[in-house]
Each structure stands twice: as structure tokens, then as C-alpha cells.
């Protein structure tokens, strides 16, 4: 493996000047750096041809060779072997020029896979994701959520059923769930329950669902770096991502104060963003949500001012969120479904318009992903099973020796 060396630093008698002109001088003797043995050069080749597949797509032996600067022996070798634990496979044939046919490999994202769950109100859904983030199977359960260690059980046997009828090796099992369960007072049981029966057979993580809805979002939309993800359902959730990770506890702004002492919250407190954006405060008596907006759009004056007083309150909510950690904004959750174009042009107005708020950013709506928040609850294990293939050092675990995802972010 080449050493690479910092070629703007300059030697001197006395030590070595670095880029921004500060000296580093050595006091004591420099000390010899490990010699590779044959392992450690046989995973550096196996990882690499990895993540040239992984990148770059099928490519022959020769085109492996010539572009990682291996001989064709140990690529044909190294090869044999991924193919052999089911990482490569071949990929089909160049189009003869007159000689044998050049055979193609690729990646094999089906090598490892990720189970995500989605603890929902009446159903377990698992979905089994492979490499590239994609759905390979899925299965739903009926079984009510309830906080108690007997629901944790009988969803940890569901998904490691689910899990074993895969017969593919298994990173690990990300479970969403509710944030209203993760963030209860008292504490609740049951997710810590679940984890630790699923961590008896592989590794596991619980995430609170807005958490995994905005890993999805990250997934599919890689340019995003600082976003706020805003999920607006009968209970407002929120997440949000910082410097392309989602950060494992921000966002939370279902329960910020809007109104001091302002309309009574399910928390007990007065004023939460939650009692003024919950979809279920636009309704009027005895009318249901498709039903206010099916009015909204025939243009009714006082569904029309309901709207306008909620689009208000929303935009104060993420105009706060804002100016702490600017950022796009990404509005999801039911009312994704209900809003169009206008109504997320006017509520960035209103959100621009906030003091301290910056004009230059992207409000638009959350992509519409199916099992969206099941696959986003996988993701971080099929990061991390990816960063292991790759030879990634660094790559922090997700399975963490309590239910939330780790991280070094700090905001």
C-alpha cells in the first residue's frame, strides 16, 4: 500500500514546517509503522475491488486490474473468493472482438441485508433491505402496540422469524417507533424490552419513527446537508439532518412553546407547537381531515382562515428551528398528501418572512417512499455492513448499548 505524505510540508534541521506554517518538531524518535502482513494486503485488495463494483459498476478482471493496479492473479483470486461468500457475482459477457468472451462481475447487493420494523398503532411491518437501500421482501403482522414487556416479545419473535426465513446473513434490525411512545413520561418500557430480546440473536437499535423517516429522506436525496424534516400527522414530530447525518435526538419541535399559555397540549403544558399544527386542530366539529380539504378546495372563506391561521403557527414553528439550525425544510407526514405547490409556496413566504430567518433555502415536500419509515429505521445498518465491506474505518456502530442511534454530532 503507497504512504502518501503532505507535499506542502517542508523539511527543516530542526522538524517540519505544516500547511498553515506552524512548526512540528519531534522530541522523541520517530517510531516504525507496522508491517503489513499478507491479511492486511489481501482485505486492502478485497476491499477495494468492493468499492470499485460497489461505484463504479460490472467491470472485467483486466478492467480491475488496470484500474486498482493489482496483477490479473490476484484479482482472479480475490474474485474467486467474493464470489465465493456471495458478495460478487459474475454479470454476464462482453461482446466478442474474435477471442474468448470477457466475463463481467458486480457487487451483489443481496450479499448482506438489513431488517427494518415499523411498530405501528394496530400492525408490525418488517421489510428486508439490501445493500442499495432496496426492498427485497415484506411482511406485516396484526398485532396492537402496547407498552409492556409481553408486545416487546412477541415483536421481537415476529421479526426473528421474519429475519430467519431470509436465509441471507443479517446485519442487523432497526425498529421504528412512535415518537410519541419513545418520548412518553413516564418513561415506556417495552422499546428497551425489544431491543435487548431482538440483540439475544443479532444486533439491534430503536429509533423514534420521525428519526428513520428522515434517514429515508437522506437516502434518497444525497445533496442534502442541514435540513429541518417537519412530519405534520395528527401527532407533528420532527427530525432533523446536520451535515448529512441525521442527528439522533434534534428536531423535537412537536413540543416548543408557540403561544405562552396558549391552548392546553396532550403533554399537559400550555402552547406547544403540537397543539396549534396537528392536523386534527383544522377540522370543525364532527368533520374529518379529507373532509377539510376537500371544502378547503371548493374555496369556503372559513376553511380558507383556518388554513391561513395553521399555515401561521407552522411557519412560526419552523421559523424558531431556524434560526437555531438553518437549513432546507422538508414537510412530510399526512399532510404531504394534502398540501400542493401553493400551499408550500405560501408556507415558505411565511417561514421567510419570520425575523432571523435567511431567504435562501428549499421548502418542499417529503419524497413519497414506500415503507419509507421502515426502510429508514435498516439504513444505518446497511451503512454500516457497507462501510465493513468497503474497509471504512471510523464508521460509528449502530447498535449502541442503548436504544438511540449513536453520534459525535453536537448541536
Avoid at 151 to 169: E, S, T, V
Avoid at 174 to 188: F, I, L, N, R, Y
Wanted: with cysteine; hydrophobic share 40%.
Amino acid at each position: 500500500m503507497p504512504v502518501y505524505r503532505n507535499r506542502n510540508a517542508k523539511a527543516t534541521r530542526k522538524g517540519t514546517v505544516m500547511d498553515d506554517g506552524t512548526a512540528f518538531t519531534a522530541h522523541t524518535k520517530p517510531t516504525t509503522a507496522r508491517a503489513l502482513t499478507p491479511d492486511d494486503v489481501k482485505r486492502h485488495n478485497r476491499a477495494a475491488i468492493i468499492r470499485r463494483l460497489n461505484a463504479e459498476g460490472p467491470a472485467t478482471k483486466r478492467d480491475l486490474a488496470q484500474a486498482l493496479g493489482l496483477s490479473l492473479p490476484t484479482v482472479t483470486q480475490n474474485l474467486r473468493d467474493l464470489a465465493a461468500d456471495g458478495v460478487v457475482r459474475r454479470d454476464g459477457e462482453l461482446a466478442s472482438t474474435g477471442g474468448r468472451r470477457a466475463g463481467t462481475y458486480a457487487f451483489d447487493p443481496r450479499c448482506r441485508t438489513a431488517i427494518g420494523a415499523e411498530l405501528g398503532a394496530t400492525a408490525l411491518t418488517m421489510v428486508a433491505v439490501d445493500m442499495n437501500g432496496d426492498v427485497t421482501d415484506a411482511r406485516s403482522r396484526v398485532m396492537r402496540l402496547r407498552d409492556d414487556a409481553a408486545y416487546a416479545q412477541r415483536a421481537a419473535d415476529a421479526i426473528g422469524d421474519f429475519a430467519d426465513a431470509l436465509r441471507r446473513p443479517v446485519a442487523g434490525v432497526g425498529v421504528a417507533v412512535p415518537a410519541t411512545v419513545m418520548d412518553a413520561s413516564p418513561a415506556p418500557i417495552m422499546p428497551a424490552a425489544l431491543v435487548q430480546a431482538l440483540r439475544q440473536r443479532r444486533p439491534a437499535n430503536a429509533v423514534r419513527a420521525p428519526i428513520a423517516d428522515a434517514e429515508a429522506e437522506l437516502w434518497r436525496d444525497r445533496t442534502l446537508t442541514d435540513a429541518l424534516c417537519v412530519y405534520l400527522d395528527r401527532r407533528p414530530s420532527g427530525a432533523l439532518i446536520v451535515d448529512g447525518r441525521v442527528h439522533p435526538t434534534g428536531g423535537r419541535i412537536e413540543h416548543m412553546t408557540l403561544v405562552p399559555g396558549g391552548r392546553e397540549c396532550r403533554c399537559g403544558r400550555r402552547g406547544c407547537m403540537d397543539a396549534y399544527c396537528s392536523l386534527e386542530t383544522l377540522p370543525e366539529d364532527y368533520e374529518s381531515i379529507p373532509g377539510f380539504f376537500s371544502v378547503l378546495e371548493q374555496g369556503e372563506t372559513h376553511h380558507r382562515e383556518r388554513m391561513s391561521q395553521w399555515l401561521d403557527s407552522l411557519a412560526l414553528a419552523i421559523g424558531n428551528a431556524r434560526s437555531v439550525v438553518p437549513g432546507d425544510v422538508i414537510v412530510g407526514g399526512e399532510a404531504a398528501g394534502y398540501l400542493d405547490e401553493r400551499d408550500l409556496a405560501a408556507l415558505r413566504e411565511r417561514v421567510a418572512g419570520n425575523g432571523g430567518a435567511d431567504g435562501g433555502f428549499r421548502l418542499r415536500a417529503a419524497a413519497r417512499i414506500e415503507h419509507g419509515t421502515t426502510v429508514g429505521a435498516a439504513l444505518p445498518f446497511v451503512r454500516a455492513a457497507m462501510a465493513d465491506l468497503e474497509g471504512a474505518t471510523g464508521e460509528a456502530s449502530p447498535n449502541p448499548a442503548d436504544p438511540t442511534p449513536p453520534s459525535t454530532m453536537k448541536v
